[in-house]
C-alpha cells in the first residue's frame, strides 16, 4: 500500500530495508533498486562504517573503480518521498540522538546541527550551505600564522571542490565576491527570499559583499529530482529529493556501481589479525552480531563515532585503541561557533519560506586587515529561517522566555530575521572525545566529549555579533536578541604531515595500520569559517581518488 | 528585548493577497475577446488572391499568436505576483487588445480606427511595461544583477508587447501603401528579424537561469538568432538572395514554437506533483504560453519574405 506523501513511515527504522539484492530506490514512495551483495566469510576490498559525507563519496570512488565494497550505517535508509514528514518533532528521527557524555567548559550540544543518523548522512537534514573553503586556510600556520598546516594543497582541493559541485549539482551565483575565481556553478543561484534580502541590505549599508549562498538544492530539474519548491522544511528533511543530500546523488551512484549497503547495522569493533593489521568489523544488525572480513577497513562515522570505533576496538596489541599508539585519536575536536542575532522588523519577512540560508557574507573569511579583527581563523554569516519550534527553543534558551510571554515573542515570529555565524574555532588537543564508563545499548561504551572555547574562539564570536548587530539595524531591525550555539563537528582524528601530531597520514591511511584509513570530517585539521559537508564531500573524492590510484600500484 | 503590552504592539502587516478574482476576470474577458475576434476570423473568406494581401494577413496573424502569448502570460506571471500593482491588469488586458485588433481587418485609407489606437496603444504599454519591469529589477538589492534578471519582473517580456503592437501598426501602413511592397517588405523584414533577437535574448536569458539542463533549450537561442540575421541582412540588401534559406528557418521557427510549448509542458511535469500540482507548477515551471511567439514571429517573417520575392518579380 502507498502512504500518502508527508505521512510517518517507521518501516525503514524496524527491520532493515538493504537486503535480498535490492535496496530502496530513493527516488520511489515504495520502489527498489538492484543491489549487489556479498558474503560476510569472503573479504570484501574495503568495508566503510558510516555512509555520510564521506562514507558515500568514498564508496562510490572504490566501487566504480571495481573494488568489492560494503558500506555500514547505524541508522535506516530513507525514502524521502514517503518517509519523510513535515513536523520537526517526527523528523527528529534523522539526528544521532543516542546519547553521549557531554563536558568541558563549554559541552556540546548533540543531536540537529552536528549528526546524522541514517543513510545519506547528516545531508539528509544540513541546510545545504556549500561553500569553499579559502585557500589560505590549507596553509593556516605557514600563511596565516595560527592552527597547523593541512598536508594537502589547497589547488588540489579546488579540482575536488569543482567535483563535488558537479556531483551535487549546486546551484550558485554566476560570479562569487570572495577568494580565487571559480568555475561556474552547475545551477544558477536561487532567488533570494526575504530574510537573505534583510542580510543583502544590511550588507549594502554596511559597504561589505553578500551573494546568494551557493546550496545543494536545484534550482531547475535535474535526473530525477524536481526544482526546489521552496517548502522551508530543508532542515528536517527534504521530502522532495531536490536537496541534493548524498542519500540521492552518490548512494543511487554506489549501488548502481556494485556497492552494497547495510543499513541498520551498527559497527562495534574492527577485528585486528595477529599481524596488526585490520580482518574485518563486527556488527549488531537484525538482532544479531555478525563479522564481515576485509581487506581494508574505512571509518567514516564523523568526529564523535570514528574516534570511539577505533577506541572501542582496544585490543592486546593495541591497548589503547586502534591507530591511537601516540594518543592522537579524538583529539583536537573542534566546533563552529554557532552565535546569532536576531532582530524584529516592521514589515512581515516570513523567513521559514525557502531554503533557511540564501544569503551569505564571507567578509570576516577574507578581510585580514580591518582594525576590528582580534581574532584569528575566520566567520561567515547567513541568513535564517528557523522552523517555529526551532526558534522557539532558541527564544527559550537565550532569554528564558515562557508562557504569554514565550507566546508573544513567537507571535512576532513572521517579522523577524537572523543572522547566524560559521565560527571557526581553534584545534586544541584537550578538545577531545574519549570513552565513558557508560555503555549504550548494544554494549559499547559511550562517548565522553570534552569541549571548551579558548580566548581566540570567544573574541571571534564576540567580534562576529558586534558585526551583525550593526548589519541588522543598517537592515532596519531592532529589539535585538543575541543567541550562542555550536554547529558542525570537525577534527578528532586529524591527518597531517608525521606521525607524531596527527592521525592519519593525507591520503586518510592511519599512520599506525596500513589497512585502516579514515574519511570524514574527523581528519579536517583546522574548522575554517564555512559548513563543512563540501570539503568533506571534496576531501572523500580526493582520498577516493587517491586510493585507486594506490590500489592499481598494489599499495593498498 | 524589553517585553511589550498589548497596547504598543504594532499592528500586523496587512497580508498581501492576490486580487485574483479581478485576475481571473481580465483573463477570461481577454480569452472572450480573443476568441470572438477568431471566430469573426474564421467566418471571413480565407482567399487572398493578391500576394500583398495575403502577406498582410500573415502577418496580422502573426501578430495576434504574439499578442495571445503575451495575454496568456502576463495574465498567469501577474497572477503569480497577486496583481499587486494594479498597473499589472494593463498587461493582459492590453495584450487581449492587440489579439483583437490583429484579428480585424486592417482599414485602407488613413485615419483613425479602434484597431490602429490599439496597435498604438500596445507598443506604448509595451515600453511603459518595460520601464516598470526595469524599476522592479533595479529597486531589489544587487540592482541590475544576474539574480534580480532571473527572478524579479523578466525584462524583455512586455517588448513583446510593444511587437505585437509595431507588427500591427505596419500592417495598417501596408494596407494603405499598396504599391511600395519592397519597401514595407524590407521594414517588415527589420522588424520581424530585430524582434527574433530580442526574443532569443530573453529565451537565453532564462534558459541559462534553467542551467540549460535540457540540451533542447539551446534550439531557441540558436535557430531563431540565425533567422533573425538573415532577416535584418535581406532588409539592408533585398537582391542578396538566400530567399530559400530564410524561408526554411522561418519554418523551423514556426515550427519550433510548437515544439518548445510542447518541451514546456513537459518541463512543469518534472516539478513536484507534475500537472496534478497545476495550480502551483503552471506558474512554477517553465512558461507555456511563451514559446508560441516565435511561431507568430516566424509568420511575420514569412510574410515580408513574401514581399520580398513579389517585389522582385515586378521589378
Known amino acids: 500500500m502507498t502512504p500518502d506523501v508527508g505521512l510517518a513511515s517507521h518501516g525503514a527504522e524496524e527491520a532493515p530495508r538493504a537486503t535480498a539484492g535490492r535496496a530502496p530506490d530513493v527516488f520511489s514512495r515504495e520502489g527498489w533498486v538492484p543491489m549487489r551483495e556479498h558474503c560476510r566469510d569472503e573479504a570484501v576490498d574495503f568495508v566503510i562504517v558510516g555512509a555520510g559525507c564521506g562514507g558515500s563519496v568514498l564508496a562510490t570512488k572504490l566501487a566504480e573503480a571495481g573494488h568489492s565494497v560494503v558500506l555500514f550505517d547505524a541508522g535506516p535508509f530513507w525514502r524521502p518521498l514517503s518517509d519523510f514528514a513535515s513536523d520537526e518533532r517526527e523528523q527528529e528521527k534523522l539526528y544521532w540522538l543516542d546519547e553521549r557524555i557531554s ?6 550540544e548533540f543531536g540537529a546541527n552536528n549528526s546524522g543518523r541514517g543513510v545519506g548522512g547528516s545531508t539528509t537534514h544540513f541546510q545545504m550551505v556549500s561553500l569553499r573553503f579559502r585557500p589560505e586556510w590549507f596553509k593556516s600556520r605557514s600563511a596565516l600564522g595560527y592552527a ?69 538544492t536545484v534550482s531547475a530539474p535535474h535526473g530525477k529530482s524536481p526544482p526546489c519548491v521552496y517548502r522551508g ?93 601516540n594518543g592522537q585519536v579524538g583529539r583536537h575536536l573542534m566546533v563552529h561557533a554557532n552565535h546569532a542575532v536576531w532582530a524584529e522588523f516592521d514589515r512581515e519577512i516570513r523567513w521559514y ?11 570576516w573569511n577574507y578581510d585580514d586587515d580591518d582594525p576590528s579583527r582580534d581574532f584569528h581563523g575566520g566567520y561567515s554569516f547567513m541568513s535564517q529561517g528557523p522552523l517555529p519550534s526551532d526558534f522557539a ?21 513572521n517579522r523577524m ?12 588537543a584537550e578538545n577531545r572525545v574519549t570513552l565513558s564508563d557508560e555503555t549504550d545499548a548494544f554494549g559499547l561504551p559511550r562517548a565522553s566529549v570534552s569541549f571548551s572555547y579558548c580566548d581566540n574562539d570567544r573574541r571571534l564570536y564576540e567580534h562576529s555579533q558586534r558585526f551583525m548587530t550593526r548589519m541588522l539595524e543598517a537592515a ?81 | 528585548m524589553t517585553r511589550r503590552g498589548r497596547e504598543d504592539r504594532p499592528a500586523p502587516a496587512a497580508t498581501r493577497r492576490g486580487r485574483t478574482g479581478l485576475g481571473m476576470l481580465v483573463l477570461g474577458l481577454g480569452l472572450g475577446l480573443a476568441g470572438a475576434a477568431a471566430a469573426g476570423r474564421l467566418a471571413r473568406s480565407r482567399k487572398h488572391a493578391d500576394i500583398h494581401d495575403a502577406s498582410l494577413r500573415r502577418t496580422r496573424d502573426g501578430a495576434a499568436i504574439l499578442g495571445a502569448s503575451v495575454l496568456m502570460d502576463s495574465a498567469m506571471e501577474h497572477f503569480r505576483g497577486g496583481y499587486e500593482n494594479r498597473v499589472m491588469y494593463l498587461g493582459p488586458t492590453m495584450a487581449a487588445a492587440s489579439v483583437a485588433a490583429s484579428l480585424s481587418e486592417p482599414r485602407l485609407h488613413p485615419g483613425g480606427s479602434a484597431a490602429r489606437v490599439a496597435h498604438g496603444a500596445c507598443l506604448v504599454t509595451g515600453i511603459v511595461g518595460t520601464g516598470f519591469h526595469l524599476w522592479n529589477i533595479t529597486r531589489r538589492p544587487g540592482g541590475l ?98 530567399q530559400r534559406v530564410t524561408r526554411l528557418l522561418l519554418r523551423i521557427v514556426g515550427g519550433l514554437g510548437v515544439l518548445g510549448t510542447a518541451f514546456h509542458v513537459y518541463g512543469v511535469s518534472r516539478n513536484m506533483g507534475g500537472w496534478s500540482n497545476w495550480r502551483q507548477n503552471a506558474l512554477a515551471g517553465p512558461p507555456t504560453p511563451a514559446p508560441i511567439s516565435f511561431t507568430g514571429l516566424g509568420l511575420a517573417g514569412l510574410a515580408a519574405l513574401d514581399l520580398l520575392d513579389n517585389a522582385r518579380d515586378r521589378a
Open chain 1, 103 to 108: 563536558g568541558g567548559d563549554d559541552p556540546i
Open chain 1, 393 to 413: 527553543g532558541t527564544l527559550v534558551g537565550s532569554t528564558g522566555a515562557f508562557g504569554m510571554d514565550l507566546r508573544e515573542r513567537m507571535a512576532r515570529y
Open chain 2, 145 to 242: 544583477s544576474w539574480n534580480n534578471l532571473f527572478y524579479a519582473a523578466p525584462i524583455g517580456a512586455p517588448g513583446a508587447l510593444s511587437i505585437a503592437g509595431l507588427l500591427g501598426l505596419a500592417t495598417e501602413a501596408m494596407a494603405v501603401r499598396q504599391e511600395d511592397r519592397r519597401t514595407t517588405g524590407r521594414a517588415l523584414a527589420a522588424l520581424s528579424g530585430l524582434s527574433l533577437l530580442g526574443e532569443s535574448a530573453e529565451v537565453a536569458l532564462l534558459h541559462f537561469r534553467g542551467a540549460f539542463h535540457n540540451p533542447a533549450m539551446y534550439l531557441p537561442i540558436t535557430v531563431p538568432p540565425l533567422a533573425g540575421i538573415v532577416l535584418v541582412a535581406l532588409a539592408v540588401r533585398p537582391h542578396a538572395g538566400g
Open chain 1, 476 to 556: 532596519g531591525g531592532g529589539n535585538f536578541l543575541e543567541s550562542a550555539s555550536t554547529a558542525h563537528l570537525m577534527g578528532g582524528c586529524r591527518m597531517g604531515h608525521s606521525p607524531e601530531d596527527s592521525v592519519t597520514d593525507a591520503d586518510g591511511r592511519s599512520w599506525e595500520i596500513s589497512n585502516l584509513w579514515i574519511c570524514d570530517g574527523s581528519l579536517m585539521p583546522t574548522a575554517g569559517g564555512v559548513n563543512p559537508a563540501l570539503t568533506i564531500v571534496a576531501n572523500a573524492a580526493r582520498i577516493g581518488d587517491r586510493m585507486v590510484r594506490l590500489a592499481k600500484r598494489g599499495e593498498v
Open chain 1, 417 to 428: 530575521a537572523g543572522l547566524k555565524i560559521v565560527g571557526e574555532t581553534m584545534p586544541q
Open chain 1, 233 to 325: 522544511m530543508c532542515k528536517i528533511g527534504c521530502s522532495t529529493n531536490a536537496k541534493q543530500s548524498m542519500l540521492v546523488t552518490y548512494i543511487p551512484r554506489a549501488l548502481a556501481a556494485g556497492a552494497e549497503i547495510r543499513d541498520l547495522a551498527m559497527v562495534g569493533h574492527i577485528e585486528t589479525g595477529p599481524d596488526g593489521r585490520a580482518t574485518g568489523v563486527e556488527y549488531h544488525r537484525d538482532g544479531g552480531w555478525h563479522f564481515q572480513k576485509a581487506r581494508n577497513v574505512v571509518v567514516s562515522a564523523y568526529s564523535i563515532e570514528t574516534p570511539r570505533l577505533l577506541l572501542n576496538s582496544a585490543c592486546g596489541r593495541y591497548p589503547h585503541g586502534l591507530a591511537n599508539g
Open chain 1, 148 to 216: 597547523v598546516d593541512w598536508p594537502v594543497d589547497w589547488k588540489e582541493m579546488w579540482h575536488y571542490y569543482a567535483e563535488a559541485e558537479r556531483a551535487m549539482s549546486i546551484s550558485g551565483p554566476i560570479s562569487y565576491p570572495w577568494g580565487p575565481k571559480r568555475g561556474r556553478y552547475p545551477y544558477r543561484a536561487h532567488e533570494v527570499n526575504e530574510a537573505g534580502l534583510v542580510l543583502a541590505r544590511g550588507a549594502e549599508a554596511l559597504g561589505v559583499d553578500w551573494a546568494p549562498t551557493p546550496l545543494a
Open chain 1, 353 to 363: 519560506k525557502g531554503p533557511p540560508s540564501m544569503a551569505c557574507c564571507e567578509h
